[in-house]
């Protein structure tokens, strides 16, 4: 980046970041997490538990850990307009009906950003110094910002030229997990020359089966986390645009290619993808975060194996090297972006007995810890949970050729199954999740979810959402959870003390 435009783009970002301090009493929060990882579930849940949390009361409690709810002093949460105009809203409703509708389903998968503003009022915890200035309630706008994960780890990208990028991405593919799913690509790019000259028919050709491989990837049965550039499988209006018309090469790192070579082509539209994609981003939408959370399906990645757990492990040390991204030169030293809280929460928590909820945390924590330490500079406080926004299952004791089992019970989605039974979406089905390790690094070993081989199939049955319940005024109560409260606190509790 020249210096100039260097300047521009950092005093852009002091800008909003300056606009959002003078305004007070609101708080950006990032929601971010790889495709299917329950970034939607997760919000329209926490809302929904915000929204209602007064109108549940009298009833238990479902957020003990939450101190402004558990204290009895949340006065109301409510949704209000969101300040960005040009932002998608997040379809609160639409989602909240789909989980609590007659029909309970899962809300469609979203794969663009979206946004929402829910106040809090409350009482605060003690009536100090500003509560005479401003007496009532206090008040917190909370902006929930939900952003696909992938762009999340496009972010790097910033700081790294094409040879660069070309380099580490031809290293990756080269891997056992990945040498087979990347094979027609790379046979492609062995066959050209990156000095030859620019070919617009290559270059689609090479674009195509790069994606094909990013895709292949990304599939249940790999589970491999994904590769930028995060818009190659999300493109949205850029589709077919040049930007989005790119493939790594074997270049030289620090030797500018031939004008008018392949190479200096893609190299281009390299650069213009940074230019189009990820530096708005970075600058309308990721500088201006205050908290983040990044949910995590750890499940799926156990459920494939060794391969997948380290391809997990790469990518989650790829998104804490995003936060670092920018803090490095001298105005957004000043301005830096604000992130001071991020959460890794591994997702789906419901699917394993409670026995096993802390390891799974233990789980995501050792996935994370060496990126942690290496993350010096991130300048936030790093924690990391196990929770389920929407407890699908509950536990019992099933009896087994004598043994009693802990088995985890709901209604499977229509079409799942165990063996030859098919669920029709209406019975109920029990299944033994299996146990995680105690020990979290045996995840890198094949058995990481030691369990009989016959039972590897139905292990993560999808299950339906549970049937709500109603509240006085006949409209549905918020959800069972599993440790959706301990969420609330880290990411906004201190706020509302
Ligand atoms: N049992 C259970 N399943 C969940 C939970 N959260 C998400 N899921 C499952 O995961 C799927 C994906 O959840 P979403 O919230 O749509 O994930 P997303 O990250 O928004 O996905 P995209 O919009 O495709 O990026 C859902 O359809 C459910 O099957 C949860 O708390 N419990
Ligand atoms: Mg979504």
Redesign the pocket.
């Known amino acids: 980046m020249s210096q100039i435009s260097d300047l521009l783009f950092d005093t852009t970002v002091a800008a909003a970041s300056l606009k959002d301090f003078l305004a007070g009493g609101r708080l950006r929060l990032g929601v971010t997490?790889?495709?299917?990882?329950?970034?939607?579930?997760?919000i329209?849940?926490l809302v929904h538990h915000l929204t209602r949390a007064v109108a549940a009361h009298g009833r238990k409690n479902q957020l003990p850990v939450f101190r402004v709810a558990a204290e009895n002093r949340l006065r109301s949460a409510h949704l209000d307009p969101q300040p960005d105009d040009a932002v998608p809203r997040f379809s609160y409703e639409e989602h909240l009906s789909a989980l609590t509708g007659a029909d309970r389903h899962?809300?469609?998968?979203?794969?663009r950003i979206s946004e929402l503003r829910v106040t809090l009022e409350y009482d605060r915890k003690s009536a100090g110094l500003l509560s005479s200035f401003r007496p009532g309630p206090a008040r917190l706008d909370i902006d929930i910002v939900?952003y696909?994960g992938e762009w999340l780890l496009d972010l790097p990208l910033l700081e790294k030229s094409y040879a660069q990028w070309s380099r580490e991405t031809l290293e990756a593919a080269s891997a056992a997990a990945r040498a087979t799913i990347a094979a027609d690509w790379r046979g492609a790019t062995a066959g050209v020359e990156p000095q030859e000259p620019a070919s617009e028919d290559v270059a689609r050709k090479l674009a195509a089966l790069f994606t094909n491989y990013l895709r292949a990837a990304k599939t249940e049965r790999f589970a491999l986390s994904t590769l930028p550039p995060g818009r190659f499988l999300m493109p949205g209006e850029l589709e077919g645009s040049p930007a989005l018309t790119f493939a790594p090469l074997p270049v030289e790192e620090g030797s500018a290619p031939p004008s008018g070579s392949l190479a200096a082509m893609m190299e281009r539209r390299y650069e213009a993808y940074k230019t189009h994609v990820v530096r708005p981003f970075f600058r309308d939408h990721f500088a201006r975060l205050d908290r983040q959370i990044v949910?995590v399906?750890a499940l799926a990645a156990l459920n494939s194996g060794p391969a997948a757990v380290r391809d997990l492990e790469t990518a989650l040390a790829d998104v804490l090297t995003a936060f670092r991204t920018g803090r490095s030169n001298l105005l957004s030293t000043i301005f830096r972006p604000k992130i001071d809280r991020i959460l890794f929460a591994a997702?789906?928590?419901?699917?394993l007995h409670h026995t096993s909820h802390d390891r799974l945390e233990a789980v995501l924590r050792h996935l994370t810890s060496r990126a942690i330490e290496r993350a010096e500079g991130v300048g936030a406080t790093i924690d990391v949970i196990a929770?389920?926004?929407?407890?699908?299952?509950r536990e019992a004791i099933v009896k087994h050729d004598g043994e009693s089992l802990a088995a985890i019970v709901?209604t499977p989605?229509e079409g799942e199954r165990i063996g030859d039974d098919v669920f029709d979406g209406v019975a109920e089905g029990a299944i033994f999740p299996g146990e995680l390790p105690a020990d979290p690094r045996h995840v890198f070993r094949g058995d990481a979810l030691a369990l009989a081989e016959e039972d590897a199939d139905f292990r993560f049955l999808?299950?339906r959402?549970p049937i709500a319940s109603l509240g006085r005024d006949k409209e549905p109560l918020p959800l069972p959870?599993?440790r959706l409260d301990r969420a609330m606190e880290f990411l906004f509790g201190d706020r509302v003390g």
């Open positions: 997490g790889l495709s299917r990882s329950g970034k939607t579930v997760f329209t849940s899962w809300p469609q998968s979203t794969r939900d696909p949910l399906d997702t789906k928590a419901d699917h929770l389920a926004a929407v407890r699908a299952t709901g989605i999808k299950f959402p959870h599993i």
